[in-house]
């Protein structure tokens, strides 16, 4: 892969959010080659061999969130993801009157009759999985039935501790619901690319698509960005811009689904529900990380943490699931924003306005209450987590060494415990006026 480097880079005390890198050639070829040690290249552009892409996904987890979605999306998502990635499913999918699961299950097995991969399949709602929450001390992620609670956040979640149990250091989400197997391939080789390319162990990469084909007037448009991501985009560098003072519109991938991290970072941040998870990843690393708090990982500011963001050169395509999803997605995503304690009011009001304005919220009402917080996964305490799965037919693949996992980190992982003021804020950001 031929990826152009990062040209601009917004600093926010250790934490490092890099410009859009465009992608130049999806294959570069392999390592020994003679075009590799011409060093004039790589001044503006880094070429990433073959070899060194497949490295990053020997250790790599793919997470495939499903929710009753067609079985033929699910086989071409499946057909995308390079070989070498371990691959999750995690699915939330009807078990009555038609018990979807076990149809995905079925179709899994026999794909993987084809395919040889190394995957698995769990159920968010499966018993052993609720009372490996329960036993690991993490009944944050159960709900009032004693399993765990519905959507893709909590999902999500669920699967990178069992990426962590695998023993892998790279973990990467794919939906299920995307209808081309080569932009889920392309969105795999850029993880690895910039994963590869980072300096420091805690780093994560968020794909900004190139485009998403519409029927307009019966031809093809090829739509820059979807319309949630526009507003949230904005709040998000606003956010940025109140504390350095400079107005920034760094961020593009505000509400990415499709990002990939390293394990280290993945178990050191807070998770919120829903869709309000992907902004969340950006203000819990500010408010964690950004210098204004004390923060509980010395060695997370010490090694510092860097954003990469990659444009995509297949167009993404994935299922319609209509206008009211795309509005409860991006007011999850504006109350996230607005919840942060970082936030300042200026900013709040503007939130609203944008609400309101949009129709999303009732000219007048307050931010209504949905989104719940998560805290680190290092509260999880893994042994036990391992050890209630130890019968399940999955547990062949949990071969990590978890005497190892540094539980509790010396902190119980919850920013959100920490209350936020003025008095916080190391003295270059309290110079400013937060207005
Ligand atoms: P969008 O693509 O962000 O607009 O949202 P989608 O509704 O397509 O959801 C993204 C992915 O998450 C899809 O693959 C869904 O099947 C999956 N998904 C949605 N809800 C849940 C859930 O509650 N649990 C799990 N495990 N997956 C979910
Ligand atoms: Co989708």
Redesign the pocket.
Known sequence: MRIEIPREVERFGPIQIHDVQKVWELDAGLKYSELESKPKDRRVITRIAYESLQEVQEEMAIV??????RIKLLEG?LSGIPHHCTVIL????QREPVDRFQIEKDALEHMNKFMKKDLFIVH?KDKAIAKACKDAGYECLLDDKGLVR???????I??TILAYLCGKKYIGF?????YFPGAVYEYVQEYSAALYSAKSNYSMVRIAWHSKPKVVESSLFFAKRGRASEHTNKILNSLVSSYTGYGTELIKTG?A?EHAMSMDLALNIDYSSG?SI?PYHYINVLERYGGIIESPSQDVMKKGIEFFQIESRNPHL??V?GEE??KS?SREAMEVIYRSPMCPDYLKEEILEDLYARGLLEEGAPMPETIRYYPALTKVDMVKFKKALKNEPYAEYLKADVRKFNYLNGNNGFIRDKVFTKAHLPDEHAKLEVK
């Not at 495939?64 to 979605?69: G, L």
């Not at 794919?174 to 995307?178: E, H, L, R, T, W």
């Open positions: 495939v969130p499903i929710k009753d979605e998502v995690v699915s939330n999918s968010q519905s959507g893709k956040a909590e999902g999500m669920l699967s794919i939906d299920s619901d995307n509400n689904g869709y992907e994935h299922e699931k999803h795309v997605m």
